[in-house]
């Protein structure tokens, strides 16, 4: 199938690129450049990124934070990394926008479901930072939230494994890929590809997920162009 409407799924860690910490501009200007192969195929684009090259809330509530501060900070690593994907889509060219489930104006948008859906039918490309604004809620939920909020045709996760496996393939040589399968597999197999809550609202809301590699050239071009093959597809059945 060819989806027409995505919501990308992103993860702080992988803004890192071979730093430790922080922003890599290789790593922005190659997500660009990936982004910019969907765009130009029409597809409507919405994005979540995480925060995990900058602060993790559950890191920082294991460490002894309180957890609601520690997720606050979380969500406003969300924006800066945003704003630092915003910056380097439009310097080549690609229009973009910002909208915060944390109200900060002189910053970019407050989230507004009806403006984002405007955005997206004007082919602008939305990055939704922040997370849902609430603790005790991951990227990943927010990522299937806005997903529904949007009506996207797809949730897509970007990772650097071509999928999912039935045990972690960076440890275990012999671990099998999943070309399909169902929610009810990943919540029973605690197969971690979201987190829980984000799995169960996508199952009860029928929203597929595709888990992929975005490391490799065009795959988030092919996984929205709906080449078969790309990554693991997550549905009812």
Do not use: W
Request: with cysteine; hydrophobic share 45%.
């Amino acid at each position: 199938m060819r989806f027409n409407r995505i919501l990308l799924k992103i993860s702080g860690e992988a803004l890192m690129g071979d730093n430790n910490y922080g922003i890599s501009t290789d790593v922005i200007r190659y997500l660009s450049a990936e982004i910019k192969k969907v765009h130009d195929q029409g597809i409507e684009l919405a994005m979540v990124i995480g925060a995990g090259n900058i602060f993790r809330g559950v890191a920082g509530a294991a460490s002894g934070m309180d957890r609601g501060s520690a997720d606050n900070m979380g969500m406003l690593g969300t924006v800066m990394n945003s704003l630092a994907v915003q910056d380097g889509l439009e310097s080549i060219g690609i229009p973009c926008k910002v909208m915060s489930a944390i109200t900060m104006l002189n910053v970019c948008e407050p989230y507004e479901r009806l403006k984002a859906l405007d955005h997206l039918e004007n082919k602008r490309v939305v990055i939704f930072a922040a997370g849902t604004g609430n603790p005790y809620f991951t990227t990943d939920t927010a990522a299937v939230l806005r997903g529904l909020e949007i009506k996207a045709d797809v949730v897509m996760k970007a990772t650097r494994v071509d999928g999912v496996y039935d045990s972690d393939p960076e440890k275990n040589p012999e671990a099998n890929r999943y070309l399909h399968l169902t929610y009810n597999k990943v919540l029973r197999d605690d197969l971690r590809v979201l987190d829980a809550a984000g799995i169960s609202l996508a199952r009860d809301n029928e929203l597929p997920i595709m888990v992929f590699n975005m490391k490799v050239e065009g795959n988030i071009a092919k996984a929205a162009a709906g080449v078969e093959g790309i990554g693991s597809l997550i549905t009812t059945r």
